[in-house]
C-alpha cells in the first residue's frame, strides 16, 4: 500500500481518479482489502481492478464501458 500511495503521492486529491491495476485476482482481493481498510476509496478516490477489466473495457464491440467512475 505504500507503493500505491507514493505513486500517486502528487495527485492525492480526491476530485481526481485515480486507478489500481492488479496483474491476478490474488492481488486484486489484496488491494481491495487495503483500500477498504484505510478508506482509500473515500480519501483519496483510488479505485481498483484488474487486467482483465481493462482488456474488457478495451473490446470494440461492446456497448458501453465496463469500468464505469462512479462518486463515493
Known sequence: MKQIIEAFKDVLDPAINKYVC????????????????????????????GLVELVVNAMADIEKPFIEWESL
Open 22 to 49: 492488479a496483474p491476478c485476482s490474488n492481488c486484486k482481493g489484496q488491494i481491495r482489502d487495503l483500500i477498504d481498510v484505510y478508506h482509500l476509496g473515500q480519501s483519496y478516490n483510488i479505485r481498483y481492478g
